[in-house]
């Protein structure tokens, strides 16, 4: 009997080591940025009231070193800086979009399941400009894979949507006397 109740204790160890025990992982997959870079590097634009620069564009893919294969899809980083040239309307930002041209000035549409290049204006520093203020965002959208081929890209539209209202600045005087001290009570 001894020797069935150790026999059954040595099983049930055995096989609960076994099932504990960390598993083999795969081999580690190596993973590394593949850059595109986008000429011209700085884009001055003009769009109405408002006026600005596009800076620092790129187009950023993560791949597996080995088989080439896509782990993150290719984005589209880039600082904008927008200013308000107005002399007497202040600019109230809504938002904007990018569209992506091809040589014949078609949209490269985005993937089904990837989420259309939106700009949305995060502070609220960025939301309203009075004249001659300026504003910097960041943008970080998805970027169609059929425009990475060389030469598909022609050009990036930007869609601004803001909406000017008059700017008017006045003072009033107030008249004022200061009358003799009150003694404490």
């Known amino acids: ?48 009231l408002v006026s600005g620069e596009v800076t620092e564009i790129k187009v950023v ?21 927008l200013k308000n040239t107005s002399a007497d309307q202040t600019v109230r930002l809504i938002g904007g979009k990018l569209a ?38 960041s943008v970080d959208v998805d970027f169609p894979a059929a425009a990475l081929a060389a030469g598909k890209l022609r050009d990036i539209r930007l869609e601004l949507t803001y909406v000017p209202t008059a700017f008017r600045q006045e003072s009033a005087r107030l008249s004022v006397a200061i009358g003799a001290p009150k003694a404490n009570q």
Do not use: H, N
């Open 1 to 48: 009997m001894r020797a069935i109740t150790q026999a059954i204790l040595a099983s049930a160890v055995a096989a609960t080591m076994a099932g504990c025990a960390p598993k083999a992982s795969g081999p580690v997959v190596a993973i590394e940025d593949k850059v595109y870079s986008v000429t011209p590097a700085a884009i001055t634009v003009r769009t109405g």
């Open 61 to 81: 893919e993560r791949v597996e070193t080995v088989s080439g294969k896509v782990d993150t899809p290719a984005r589209l980083s880039a600082k904008i800086k």
């Open 100 to 137: 992506y041209l091809d040589a014949q000035g078609k949209q490269i549409k985005i993937e089904e399941a990837r989420t259309e290049p939106v700009i949305r204006f995060s502070s609220s520093s960025a939301v309203q400009l009075d004249p001659g203020q300026d504003t910097t965002q």
